[in-house]
């Protein structure tokens, strides 16, 4: 059984940094895709961040470009979110998720989620 653990989330100061951790059990992620995705509070949840090891690739929505850094380790089934300069829109429930190679841009075809971590930036 495949489970994802978020960690890392929590409150800071518009300016400031955070660093998501996400662990994975049950599968070896080196042939998927593995993302972080957000979900603020009446919006649909948009994927942030993802690495397609297969596929040597990495994505980043427009909002975070250049503030952002996804990385990790598909050898030990981790990835990591390096959140710089934070902005009070970037407040929202991050969830770290598992899916097919190459990655999707949407929710649907992610099979695996973690339970979320909340990242709140105030202003």
């Known amino acids: 059984q495949v489970q994802l653990v978020e960690s890392g989330g929590g409150l800071v100061q518009a300016g400031g940094s955070l660093r998501l951790s996400c662990a994975a059990s049950?599968?070896?992620?080196?042939?998927?895709?593995m993302g972080w995705f957000r979900q603020a509070p009446g919006k649909e949840r948009e994927l942030v961040a993802a690495?397609?090891?297969?596929?040597?690739?990495?994505y980043y929505a427009d909002s975070v470009k250049g503030r952002f850094t996804a990385s990790g380790d598909n050898l030990k089934n981790t990835l990591y979110l390096q959140m710089n300069s934070l902005k009070p829109e970037d407040t929202a429930h991050y969830y770290c998720?598992?899916?097919?190679?190459?990655?999707?841009?949407?929710?649907?075809?992610?099979?695996?989620w973690g339970q979320g971590t909340q990242v709140t930036v105030s202003s």
């Open positions: 998720a598992l899916g097919p190679s190459p990655l999707r841009f949407t929710p649907t075809g992610w099979g695996y």
């Open positions: 049950g599968r070896t992620v080196g042939a998927y895709a």
């Open positions: 690495i397609s090891w297969s596929h040597g690739s990495t």
